[in-house]
Antibody, heavy 120, light 108 residues
Framework: EVYLVESGGGLVQPGRSLRLSCAAS????????MNWVRQTPGEGLEWISY????????YYADSVKGRFTISRDNAKNSVYLQMNSLSADDTAVYYC?????????????WGQGTLVTVSS | DIQMTQSPSSLSAYVGDRVTITCRAG??????LNWYQQKPGKAPKLLIY???SLQSGVPSRFSGSGSGTEFTLTISSLQPEDFATYYC??????????FGQGTKLEIK
């Protein structure tokens, strides 16, 4: 069974940093591309970052480029999201999601999400 | 960035109804279109990938169609557990996976 478990969310002041983790199990982690997606309270879904299986290819949405850094540790079956210079607009539930390795690249498994609240 | 536009934004229907949700892409995306279902407080769940392929374990009352810029998600006979929010997502580019704004399906 595939499991993705996010952690690291919480209350943080504007301008500060936070690091999210996503622990994976039930599949060969280093062969799968991973993503972070966020959802602001009561709103829709926003893709924010992608990382290839080796970690050599990375993409970001414009809304987080230059502030967020995605990484992975295949020895620990984990993907991370380092978030710097946080603002109220970054308040959201953050999900990690596995990308299925077929041409149309859907996100086939998602974690339960971790809530990040940016407030003074 | 290719925008994804869903319609309607919300929809009320009865159990047993046939329901169709539409998703339009700002540019052609071939069949790189996925549909997700999300219930309150839960993570999204993949329903349909490659525009029309049913994800394993998803009931056959769900179906998808379309190609290019216009896509549809159809639920043939609504069940009580189908009341949720539905999102389309384009996946034709590895550097961008834009979601539609969502369609909230409510019980009438």
């Amino acid at each position: 069974e595939v499991y993705l478990v996010e952690s690291g969310g919480g209350l943080v002041q504007p301008g500060r940093s936070l690091r999210l983790s996503c622990a994976a199990s039930g599949f060969t982690f280093n062969t799968y591309e991973m993503n972070w997606v966020r959802q602001t309270p009561g709103e829709g879904l926003e893709w924010i970052s992608y990382i290839s299986g080796s970690g050599s290819t990375i993409y970001y949405a414009d809304s987080v480029k230059g502030r967020f850094t995605i990484s992975r540790d295949n020895a620990k079956n984990s993907v991370y999201l380092q978030m710097n210079s946080l603002s109220a607009d970054d308040t959201a539930v953050y999900y990690c999601a596995r990308l299925r390795a077929i041409p149309t690249r859907p996100f086939d498994y998602w974690g339960q999400g971790t809530l990040v609240t940016v407030s003074s | 960035d290719i925008q994804m536009t869903q319609s309607p934004s919300s929809l009320s229907a009865y159990v047993g109804d046939r329901v169709t949700i539409t998703c339009r892409a700002g540019q052609t995306i071939s069949n790189s279109l996925n549909w997700y279902q999300q219930k309150p407080g839960k993570a999204p769940k993949l329903l349909i990938y490659a525009a029309s392929s049913l994800q394993s374990g998803v009931p056959s009352r769900f179906s998808g169609s379309g190609s290019g810029t216009e896509f549809t998600l159809t639920i043939s006979s609504l069940q009580p557990e189908d009341f949720a929010t539905y999102y389309c997502q384009r996946s034709n580019s590895p550097s961008m996976y834009t979601f539609g704004q969502g369609t909230k399906l409510e019980i009438k």
